[in-house]
């Protein structure tokens, strides 16, 4: 194909600020709307960079999966956001340091290693659900948000501290709803002066390092390898070294930020879409219903429930956690009749992709048969990417989705969480997708009997 030199069209903007202030006041609407206007792609005018939204597939195969070494992470928008609160963990390192660091933790990652996580995950909701009341209301976002951190506190750290989750709960909520996604070359001098959301969030990025400090020391003090994430860390070895505090401490946030966040995301969005769709809820706990018959689920039985993987993938599409990544051009490089400069700045948008017409043909509409392999639709490769792709795909997937399926079916034979009538339901799009007030719902109790047949 021809390339040409010029840079693909894009939204006009204003002098100076290019299109910064279209994209801060409501990034959601500002991309979708760039996708419909200009269909492939889109040239920004951002922070003073070139930065280009690629919404094809195809995009994302390149960028993701079939070039990952021409490419590194941003540090720009969202990317300088997540350096200055994780430093130099996993999601945010690139190159050797990064591989490196990859190999050192894949262990604990892999799918019969998680696997042991299962029953953590199904007791500490149990736990849970015992202080639930039918007929109460209750934060789902902030409830799962506790569980969420319990678990991966536990589950890769061995600790379990109920009153820590509430703690640190709050402490990443001054972080990340004090983080504004800004692609301006002002944000870095915004983020020094002494407004109130700077205060809040330094204050809880303290509290969290502090937390995560006392974890390393009392683990060196202990001396022991008791076969966690943390002892794995403590014990690596890079060219004779041990790691530093301060590295290990990088790895350790990211986990337990990454671990959660989105974790906790997931599952406020699922209830939700339950409670806006009576029959796909319907459907579903009946499936719950004829294959637990009200036990807690296991691992095993995680493959004979269907429609319940169909109903998070679809999840995952409406509402992706993980909203936009970005990745920089290492050189120039030709994609789909363009030449970009080195240093490019690419944007890949799930929001935008999990929702182009052509692809999904309603994309509007949340409906799990979709995912049906064999009345479903085609999906091609690129065009779903809520955990990323390619080699820095999520390490966590296997933990996320073992955990989202495990969750979701505990909770929802016990529980129907209902939205408050009137509630304001608003995704707000920050490192990741939150729900801007909380998800707000009442629990009833959920009845005994399924009241239609599993499809
Ligand atoms: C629904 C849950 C989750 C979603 C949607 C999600 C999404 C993502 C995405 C999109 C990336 C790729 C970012 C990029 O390439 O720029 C990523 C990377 C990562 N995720 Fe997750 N994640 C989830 C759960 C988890 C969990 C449970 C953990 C840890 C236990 C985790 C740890 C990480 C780490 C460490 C990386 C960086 C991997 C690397 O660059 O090598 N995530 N995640």
């Known amino acids: 194909m021809k390339q040409t030199a010029t840079l693909p069209a894009g939204p006009k903007g204003l002098p100076i600020v290019g299109n910064g202030l279209q994209f801060q006041r409501d990034p959601l609407t500002f991309m979708r709307g760039t996708q419909q206007q200009f269909g492939r792609m889109a040239h920004l005018r951002l922070a003073n960079e070139t930065v280009v939204a690629f919404f094809r597939p195809e995009h994302i195969r390149y960028f993701l999966m079939e070039h990952p070494r021409n490419f590194i992470k941003p540090n720009l928008g969202n990317g300088a956001n997540l350096k200055a609160f994780l430093g130099d963990g996993l999601l945010t390192t690139d190159g050797e340091i990064h591989r490196q660091q990859r190999r050192l933790v894949q262990p604990a990652f892999h799918r019969k290693r998680v696997e042991g996580y299962a029953d953590v995950m199904v007791q500490f909701t149990q736990e849970l659900l015992e202080t ?33 989750a509430i703690t640190l709960g709050h402490a990443f909520n001054d972080v990340i709803n004090n983080t504004q996604r800004r692609f301006s070359s002002l944000a870095k001098l915004e983020r020094r002066l002494p407004l109130e959301k700077n205060r809040r969030r330094e204050a809880g990025s303290r509290t969290i390092d502090d937390f995560v400090y006392a974890l390393i020391k009392q683990h060196r003090a202990e001396g022991q390898d008791v076969g966690d994430v943390l002892s794995m860390l403590l014990e690596a070895q890079d060219e004779g070294n041990t790691m530093t505090d301060k590295q290990v401490h990088d790895q350790v946030l990211t986990f337990v930020a990454a671990g959660h966040e989105t974790a906790q995301n997931t599952l406020s969005w699922t209830f939700y879409l339950l409670s806006q769709h009576p029959a796909v809820y319907d459907k579903l706990l009946a499936e719950l219903q004829t294959v637990l018959a009200g ?33 920089r051009a290492l050189e120039a490089f030709d994609l789909d ?42 999906v091609p490769q690129g065009a779903y990417f809520p955990f990323g792709g390619g080699p820095r795909m999520c390490i966590g997937m296997p933990f996320a989705e073992m955990e989202t399926k495990l969750l979701v079916a505990s909770i929802l034979q016990r529980f129907t969480p209902r939205l408050v009538p009137g509630f304001p339901v608003v995704p707000q799009p920050r490192i990741t997708l939150r729900p801007k007030y909380g998800m707000h719902m009442i629990l009833e109790a959920t009845p005994k009997v399924a009241t239609v047949p599993v499809a």
């Open 132 to 164: 639930w009341q039918a007929g109460t209301e209750i934060d789902m976002a902030q409830s799962m948000q506790q569980l969420t951190l319990r678990i991966i506190l536990k589950s890769l750290f061995n600790i379990d501290s109920p009153a820590q």
């Open 295 to 327: 036990r807690t689920p296991t691992i095993a039985d995680l493959a004979r429930l269907p429609y319940l993987e169909w109903v998070i993938n679809e999840s995952w599409r409406c509402y992706p956690p993980a909203w936009l990544q970005g990745r």
């Open 337 to 378: 009749g363009y030449h970009f400069p080195a240093n490019t700045v690419a944007l890949l948008s799930q929001w935008v992709t999990h929702n182009l017409p052509d692809i999904w043909g309603d994309p509007e509409n949340f409906r799990p048969e979709r995912w049906d392999p064999v009345s479903g639709q085609k």
